[in-house]
């Protein structure tokens, strides 16, 4: 088996089933596909099962989280590879074939990202070389192998024997994190981070939180920041993280509040108000 390719659902069921069928039936690859539907309300299961009756489907009764429901499945791989792929993106033909070229070409590499398109073709970040609040940080980043921080978790294809080592997600990162959590410790084990620039998806991004009102999405990310904070940086660290955000926090506050009376999307502005009092908030409380 070459590749078995793990999706997390939740109400995505439309998306879910483009995801699907982008995936190549014949390619020359060996491949399983599991989907983990996170107790959707929107007829996932039964539209999934009617229409890739071979797919290894889960149906988990309660929302798990990202983390937790692909390490569901992960005693069940039989791929060399393992790819961790988001529901709301479909595959560009030949990326599954460019990933497995790469990975088997590329030993020091443990995991790797693709290009991460926009629905329009544009490009979407898709690297990163540096982690939240890195730049406060010092001897925590020396020893870490490769340049290359973390990739979007949209598309990571991973050494499955690796991931199981690493016995695969934090579940403590609910849903945000968790991408950046596991490539950090794949290169705490001496493995790079790669990106494969000639493989592609293309990704639609935060369709699963389309009920969610942006300043409690932005408070969930900043909990998985912190949590980050926490696993990965010493306290002198975290101190130096708090005190640069909260500076910037009242700056932002006080600039929005001087353009309030010339800002004609007023929910914009007061979500981006609440964001910044959520920032300083989280700053100043003991998490």
């Given at each position: 088996m070459d590749i078995s390719i793990i999706i997390v659902s939740y109400n995505t069921?439309?998306?879910t089933l483009e995801c699907l069928a982008s995936i190549p039936a014949s390619d020359g690859l060996e491949k399983e596909i599991f989907v983990v539907d996170n107790s959707s309300t929107d007829n996932s299961v039964a539209m999934i099962a009617?229409?890739?009756?071979?797919?290894?489907?889960?149906?988990?009764?309660?929302?798990?989280?990202?983390?937790?429901?692909?390490?569901?499945?992960?005693?069940?791989?039989?791929?060399?590879?393992?790819?961790?792929?988001?529901?709301?993106?479909t595959i560009v033909p030949e990326t599954l074939q460019k990933a497995v070229f790469y990975m088997d070409e590329n030993l020091h590499i443990g995991l790797a990202g693709a290009r991460i398109l926009n629905p329009d073709g544009s490009l979407q970040p898709s690297v990163s070389y540096k982690y939240p609040g890195e730049k406060c940080a010092g001897k925590e980043i020396t020893g870490l192998a490769g340049k290359i921080a973390c990739v979007m978790g949209a598309f990571m294809i991973a050494r499955n024997e690796l991931i199981r080592e690493l016995k695969g997600f934090d579940e403590d990162f609910f849903l945000y994190g968790e991408d950046q959590d596991l490539a950090w410790?794949?290169?705490?084990?001496?493995?790079?981070?790669?990106?494969?620039?000639?493989?592609?998806v293309f990704h639609w991004g935060g369709q699963s939180e389309t009920g969610?009102?942006?300043?409690?999405?932005?408070?969930?990310?900043?909990?998985?920041?912190?949590?980050?904070?926490?696993?990965?940086?010493?306290?002198?660290?975290?101190?130096?993280?708090?005190?640069?955000?909260?500076?910037?926090?009242?700056?932002?506050?006080?600039?929005l509040k001087l353009l309030s009376p010339f800002i004609r999307n007023k929910d914009n502005h007061k979500n981006k108000m609440d964001c910044y009092r959520l920032v300083c908030i989280m700053a100043k409380s003991s998490i």
């Open positions: 069921v439309n998306l009617e229409r890739f009756p071979r797919v290894t489907l889960i149906a988990n009764k309660e929302n798990r989280g990202f983390g937790a429901a692909n390490n569901q499945v992960l005693p069940h791989c039989r791929g060399r590879y393992v790819l961790f792929l988001n529901p709301d993106t410790r794949i290169r705490e084990k001496g493995f790079s981070i790669g990106y494969i620039e000639d493989a592609s969610t009102t942006p300043a409690a999405v932005f408070e969930k990310k900043l909990k998985s920041e912190y949590l980050f904070y926490r696993k990965h940086y010493s306290a002198q660290t975290i101190a130096r993280i708090k005190r640069a955000q909260i500076i910037k926090a009242y700056y932002r506050l006080a600039t």
